[in-house]
Antibody, heavy 117, light 107 residues
Framework: EVQLVESGGGLVQPGGSLRLSCAAS????????MSWVRQPPGKGLEWVSV???????HYADSVKGRFTISRHNSENTLYLQMNNLRAEDTAMYYC???????????WGQGTLVTVSS | DIQMTQSPSSVSASVGDRVTITCRAS??????LAWYQQKPGKAPKLLIY???TLQSGVPSRFSGSGSGTDFTLTITSLQPEDFATYYC?????????FGQGTRLQIK
């Protein structure tokens, strides 16, 4: 059974950093594309980043240059390093993956990031 | 980036009703469209992929259609558990953008 469990969210001041983790089980993170999707409180879904099985990455323009997606194959874990955080980065962050490219069959429960002074 | 526009933003319906939600892409995406259902406090759930293929375990009252730029999600005979927010997402190109969501409420 595929499971994704996010952690690492919390309260951080503007300009600060956080690293989110997504522990995977039931499949190998290096064999699938893996994405981060976020949802500001009361708002819709926004795709953030993807890492492909081959290691290539893409980012939303809103986070490019500030966020870095990576994975640790032996730990079977996906990461999102978030630097220079802004108030508008406040959101629930979900990791997700799937079988067909960009289609998200499996989601974690989310981890909440709050950027506030 | 491909823009996804859903309509309506909100709809009220009764148990047993039929509801249709539309999603329009700003450029052609072939059949690479997915629909998700999200309930309050929960992660989204994949309902339909490749425009019309029902995800395993999803009830057959859900159906999707369309190709190119115009797509629909239809729910026949609404059940109480169907009241939720629905999102479309294009899976044709990066960034894989979402529609703004359609909130389905009980009338």
């Amino acid at each position: 059974e595929v499971q994704l469990v996010e952690s690492g969210g919390g309260l951080v001041q503007p300009g600060g950093s956080l690293r989110l983790s997504c522990a995977a089980s039931g499949f190998t993170v290096s064999s699938n594309f893996m994405s981060w999707v976020r949802q500001p409180p009361g708002k819709g879904l926004e795709w953030v980043s993807v890492i492909y099985s081959g290691g290539g990455t893409h980012y939303a323009d809103s986070v490019k240059g500030r966020f870095t997606i990576s994975r640790h194959n032996s730990e079977n874990t996906l990461y999102l390093q978030m630097n220079n955080l802004r108030a508008e980065d406040t959101a629930m962050y979900y990791c997700a993956t799937g079988i067909k490219i960009y289609t998200l069959d499996y989601w974690g429960q989310g981890t909440l990031v709050t950027v506030s002074s | 980036d491909i823009q996804m526009t859903q309509s309506p933003s909100s709809v009220s319906a009764s148990v047993g009703d039929r509801v249709t939600i539309t999603c329009r892409a700003s450029q052609g995406i072939d059949i690479w469209l997915a629909w998700y259902q999200q309930k309050p406090g929960k992660a989204p759930k994949l309902l339909i992929y490749a425009a019309s293929t029902l995800q395993s375990g999803v009830p057959s009252r859900f159906s999707g259609s369309g190709s190119g730029t115009d797509f629909t999600l239809t729910i026949t005979s609404l059940q109480p558990e169907d009241f939720a927010t629905y999102y479309c997402q294009q899976a044709n190109a990066v960034p894989p953008t979402f529609g703004q969501g359609t909130r389905l409420q009980i009338k």
